[in-house]
């Protein structure tokens, strides 16, 4: 079973950047797509990017394309998301997701394994 737990969340100013973690448990890591996901206030969670097993391949949502970048270190069990030109709408709980696959997936259903999330908040 694989644990999940995000780091790197916080208050920025708009214009900002964050660099958001995840470290994972488990000898497979490296065998599974991840990704991040968001819930802003009020609305339903959002795929954010994905990232392949190897990390040969990334998904981006089109709210963040040119702003942020998903990248994984296999030898460290870890994922992570720079996020540039942050916008207040940027503003929600950040997940962390194992993939059910090698595959890239960009709905909930494809992945099976859930960090607690970490709160990002842009201000105007």
């Known amino acids: 079973q694989v644990h999940l737990v995000e780091s790197g969340g916080g208050l920025v100013q708009a214009g900002g950047s964050l660099r958001l973690s995840c470290a994972a448990s488990?000898?497979?890591?490296?065998?599974?797509?991840m990704g991040w996901f968001r819930q802003g206030p009020g609305k339903e969670r959002e795929i954010v990017a994905a990232?392949?097993?190897?990390?040969?391949?990334?998904y981006y949502a089109d709210s963040v394309k040119g702003r942020f970048t998903i990248s994984r270190d296999n030898a460290k069990n870890a994922i992570y998301l720079q996020m540039n030109s942050l916008k207040p709408e940027d503003t929600a709980v950040y997940f962390c997701?194992?993939?059910?696959?090698?595959?890239?997936?960009?709905?909930?259903?494809?992945?099976?394994?859930w960090g607690q999330g970490t709160q990002v908040t842009v201000s105007s």
């Open positions: 997701a194992k993939g059910s696959s090698i595959y890239v997936g960009t709905e909930n259903r494809s992945y099976d394994a």
């Open positions: 990232i392949s097993s190897t990390g040969k391949f990334a």
């Open positions: 488990g000898r497979t890591f490296s065998s599974y797509a």
